[in-house]
T-cell receptor, first 114, second 110 residues
Framework: DADVTQTPRNRITKTGKRIMLECSQTKGHDRMYWYRQDPGLGLRLIYY???????NKGEISDGYSVSRQAQAKFSLSLESAIPNQTALYFC?????????????FGPGTRLTVL | TQLLEQSPQFLSIQEGENLTVYCNSSSVFSSLQWYRQEPGEGPVLLVTVVTGGEVKKLKRLTFQFGDARKDSSLHITAAQPGDTGLYLC??????????FGSGTKLNVKP
């Protein structure tokens, strides 16, 4: 079984709808991240959390919110989706004191906003 | 403006050729990572370099961190079709946050 799972894997929605992307991990890591990937722009950090009570904005948090329901779960919400939020979204985890700061990525969610 | 510039953006070569991918910045990073991403999957870490001038080898892949810790390169010797993918560099700043480059898409033809 995958260590970092994301649901759904694909989602098509309409402008103005509320969308939630979910991430679960079985690695026992305390740190979790949400990134979006756009062609030609690499991965950009949306939000990150270093433990259950810690939530921090990344480079591009406007239009997004997150919830860390448990150490293993980190969800990303788009309150009112817009077309320029069409992208590939990745969740990642890492461990405090992990030495090389390795981030483990989920398989991604492809979101299309019409 | 990208904090980390990767070049080239695209590279298509024949099996057996050598190649180098570059990751450049005007900023200093405490460490730099290289990832490879295949279609439909998330990025997978290849290496982390920490010390200026550091060189690390992973089979046919050689990674170098610039002396000033502002740039890095990835050299692949005798590329194989299995090396095909998107190569991403990521520089660490401000505790445990990373800036990612825009990636180099490599295609190795048999």
């Amino acid at each position: 079984d995958a260590d970092v799972t994301q649901t759904p894997r694909n989602r098509i929605t309409k402008t103005g709808k509320r969308i939630m992307l979910e991430c679960s991990q079985t690695k026992g890591h305390d740190r979790m991240y949400w990134y979006r990937q756009d062609p030609g722009l690499g991965l950009r950090l949306i939000y990150y959390s270093f433990d259950v009570k810690d939530i921090n904005k990344g480079e591009i948090s406007d239009g997004y919110s997150v919830s860390r329901q448990a150490q293993a779960k980190f969800s990303l919400s788009l309150e009112s989706a817009i077309p320029n939020q069409t992208a590939l979204y990745f969740c990642a985890t890492s461990r405090t004191g992990g030495g090389t700061d390795t981030q483990y990525f989920g398989p991604g969610t492809r979101l299309t906003v019409l | 403006t990208q904090l980390l510039e990767q070049s080239p953006q695209f590279l298509s070569i024949q099996e057996g050729e050598n190649l180098t991918v570059y990751c450049n910045s005007s900023s200093v990073f405490s460490s730099l990572q290289w990832y490879r991403q295949e279609p439909g999957e998330g990025p997978v870490l290849l290496v982390t370099v920490v010390t200026g001038g550091e060189v690390k080898k992973l089979k046919r892949l050689t990674f170098q961190f610039g002396d000033a810790r502002k740039d890095s390169s990835l050299h692949i010797t005798a590329a194989q079709p299995g090396d095909t993918g998107l190569y991403l560099c990521a520089g660490k700043y401000n505790f445990n946050k990373f800036y990612f480059g825009s990636g180099t898409k490599l295609n190795v033809k048999p």
